[in-house]
């Protein structure tokens, strides 16, 4: 309901600057536009995917715990569902499968491959991320070069739930730690 509402905005606020300009030109008004308002994108400066440059990110460097901390020597706990889990940094707080490869990327890469759905150095179980507001465009051309997709049939630079259906290596989602304030919430895609 808020994404229907937000691009009902974002169109009443285009229409109102299609019509504004129109009626200052009619008008014989040479005054510049008015300014743009605090917090809202301008409809123009949207990023599509040409926009969006996919090269490999800069190298994300975490910072990584102490080998003695209760993060990176807790043993797995077993869910009622049966899968294990490992503790997550409260940094990470609303990111389940993300949550977990986080915190045990910054203890070691012993403890990322105990994780459920990381085999051979490989992470297989795909990703659903949701943003709390659309990309800019370094967030965009992150997800892309992982191989994240918009899964709402609409813009990248206007989407907020975002796919991976393929099996990456797992050091590629290390990318997204830097975003990780900006991610809702996130779910695993093949884990049945």
Same mark, same amino acid.
């Given at each position: 309901m808020k994404r229907i509402a937000l691009i009902a905005s974002i169109l009443l606020l285009g229409a109102g600057c299609?019509?504004?300009?129109?009626?200052s030109a009619m008008d014989g008004d040479t005054?510049? &536009?008015?300014?743009? @308002? &605090?917090?809202?994108m301008d409809p123009k400066d949207v &990023?599509?995917?040409?926009?969006?440059?996919?090269?490999?990110p800069e190298p994300v460097e975490l910072n990584m715990l102490p080998a003695h901390s209760r993060l990176?020597?807790?043993?797995? @706990?077993?869910?009622e569902a049966g899968s294990e889990e490992?503790? @997550?940094?409260?940094?990470?707080?609303?990111?389940?499968f993300l949550g977990q490869l986080f915190t045990a990327a910054r203890c070691s890469e012993k403890r990322v491959n105990t994780l459920p759905?990381?085999?051979?150095g490989t992470y297989t179980l795909g990703s659903t991320v949701m943003l709390d507001h659309p990309p800019d465009e370094e967030l965009t051309s992150v997800l892309r070069w992982i191989g994240f997709t918009c899964d709402e049939g609409i813009g990248d630079g206007v989407c907020t739930r975002w796919e991976l259906t393929d099996e990456v290596p797992y050091?590629?989602?290390l990318y997204l730690e830097p975003?990780?304030?900006r991610i809702e919430a996130d779910d695993c895609r093949n884990c049945g």
């Open positions: 299609v019509f504004n300009q129109h009626e005054r510049e &536009p008015r300014d743009a @308002i &605090p917090g809202v &990023p599509t995917e040409s926009d969006v440059d996919v090269t490999k990176c020597m807790e043993t797995p @706990i077993v869910t490992l503790p @997550i940094d409260a940094r990470y707080e609303g990111l389940y759905g990381v085999q051979n050091e590629n989602l975003f990780h304030n």
